[in-house]
């Protein structure tokens, strides 16, 4: 089992910055990448930013609408990933979650969500 916690959500006007924080116990030596998907209200859960890593080695992708704004990195003493995100839009509200997986196909484990609002 992994479980994930989710912080630094919050409100933020237009243009500002927040940095989404998710640490990682369990089982964390089993996951093979992490990534940070949001739900804004009304619409179905979307993929934002993945890390995948292998040794020291870690590849990032983004989404295309936060490519540029985004940018999502790891601490591995820490057990956690976070998700910088500059230049916020009113779209970029949503709740944020944080997830993890452990054998290469889907994401199996899932933190608990923080939310972002950003005002225009």
């Known amino acids: 089992q992994v479980q994930l916690v989710e912080s630094g959500g919050g409100l933020v006007q237009a243009g500002g910055s927040l940095r989404l924080s998710c640490t990682a116990s369990g089982r964390t030596v089993s996951v093979i990448r992490m990534g940070w998907f949001r739900q804004a209200p009304g619409k179905q859960r979307e993929y934002v930013a993945g890390?995948?890593?292998?040794?020291?080695?870690?590849?990032?992708y983004y989404t295309d609408s936060v490519k540029g704004r985004f940018t999502i990195s790891r601490d591995y003493a820490k057990n956690t990933v976070y998700l910088q995100m500059n230049d916020l839009k009113a779209e970029d509200t949503a709740v944020y979650y944080c997830?993890?997986?452990?054998?290469?196909?889907?994401?199996?484990?899932w933190g608990q969500g923080t939310q972002v609002i950003v005002s225009s």
């Open positions: 890390i995948n890593w292998s040794g020291s080695v870690a590849v990032t």
């Open positions: 997830s993890a997986d452990i054998d290469g196909g889907s994401y199996d484990y």
